[in-house]
């Protein structure tokens, strides 16, 4: 049995992440038989999505300056490190700590880091002064250089390859939440526009609802519903009030069960200014619905096929993303066969074939 060991920050969010590590870790512990455990920092909070009741969670206690914060990060994981005695770790923290771990623990046991985010994530922050530019730049360069010290690096995207030089790298895509092996019946095509994501800048809601403001114009009686977690300012709530858009307009926090979202719209849209994969696209598309994406770095592009199961914009251009939109309003046969395009060409991302990727590289690297 292999004892494979998970170092992340937290399994209570409800992004991309914690999504996938919710279906990668189930997968290999009740299908390959791994001996999995997670490790999160500061407590084990209710996780926002299921896992397999096989692993097992070890948290260590992480405070104070950023001194203590590190010695305490040092010392636990090498603490829980001991205890679990791994074959193989893998870094699930696109923060600037996990690239360290290499330096940190200087332990023979193979350690690979899961990349879930673009480097423009980095670059794509409404701060745009000379410091924060300086900073981001200076980040990036300490990733890039400790990208190589990992056994293997592990991207999600063919266009993420070209952010890192190094000669450990290996593209392992998401794996799929879901795959409906039959789809809800709709008498009627849905007048809803759905979106996933956090209220953050990199998310691009301030796009879309500026591409929407012309899609209401043309169509008053859709509706776009948004999920995702909110900013305490609220400003795109604001935003939608000041487009005058806030009657076609609804916000909602997460729910796990996001299924049911995709099962009564006719289509997703994902405005992002960058992606580290875009999970939302490939369960849109289990559920047999186009989607009209930004083709942002990185991700969309290799999901969706142009025309055929979805639409990639000009990253930014708000005109032809509301285009887009209304070209697939205008003509519901058009989405009908694009969806079933999708259902077909989203198979690729089940996770039989993906977990068996990851198995694959587990034990090469033992």
């Known amino acids: 049995m292999i004892k494979l060991l998970y170092i992340t ?3 209570d ?17 009740e299908y390959y038989n791994y001996d999995v455990t997670i490790l999160c920092l500061n407590g084990l909070k209710e996780p926002f999505y299921s896992f397999s009741s096989k ?13 203590a914060y590190f010695l305490n990060y040092k010392r636990g994981i090498r ?7 791994p074959d193989i770790i893998s870094v699930c923290d696109d923060g600037l700590k996990g690239f360290l771990l290499p330096q940190i623990l200087k332990s023979k046991t193979p350690i690979i880091y899961e990349r879930h985010a673009s480097v423009s994530l980095n670059f794509n922050t409404a701060k745009k002064g000379f410091f924060q530019k300086l900073k981001n730049k200076f980040a990036y360069f300490i990733m890039r250089w400790a ?6 690096f592990v991207v999600l995207t063919n266009g993420n390859l070209n952010e890192w030089n190094a000669g450990n790298l290996e593209v392992i895509p998401n794996p799929l939440s879901f795959y409906p092996k039959e789809l809800p019946q709709k008498t009627k095509l849905p007048k809803t526009v759905v979106a996933v994501g956090s209220h953050s800048y990199n998310k691009g809601y301030d ?9 209401n114009k043309e169509f008053p009686d859709w509706k776009l519903v948004i999920y995702g977690k909110k900013d305490a300012e609220c400003k795109y709530e604001d ?5 005058g858009i806030s009657s076609s307009v609804t916000f909602n926090d997460p729910i796990p069960n996001i299924e049911e979202a995709y099962a009564n719209a006719a289509m997703l849209v994902l405005p992002s200014r960058s992606e580290g994969f875009g999970m939302v696209l490939i369960e849109a598309m289990a559920y047999g619905m186009p989607c009209v994406s930004y083709d942002c770095p990185h991700g969309p592009g290799d999901i969706i096929t142009n025309g055929e199961d979805g639409y990639l914009i000009e990253n930014g ?5 509301a285009n887009r939109i209304i070209d697939l309003i205008q003509d519901p046969d058009n989405i009908a066969q694009m969806g079933i395009n999708a259902r077909i060409n989203v198979e690729r991302y089940l996770p039989e074939r993906i977990v068996a990727q990851w198995d694959k590289l587990f034990k090469e690297l033992i």
Not at 13 to 22: A, I, T
């Open 79 to 85: 603490n829980i490190i001991k205890t679990v005695e």
């Open 239 to 243: 935003l939608s009030n000041q487009l």
């Open 207 to 215: 796009l879309l609802l500026q591409s929407w403001e012309k899609v």
């Open 13 to 29: 969010g409800s992004g991309g992440l914690e999504r996938v590590l919710s279906i990668k870790a189930s997968y290999l512990a």
């Open 9 to 11: 920050n937290g399994i």
């Open 55 to 67: 692993i097992k969670f070890v948290s260590i206690d992480v405070s104070g300056n950023p001194l």
């Open 317 to 321: 251009n708000i005109d032809e993303f």
């Open 147 to 152: 990208a190589t010290k990992f056994d293997k």
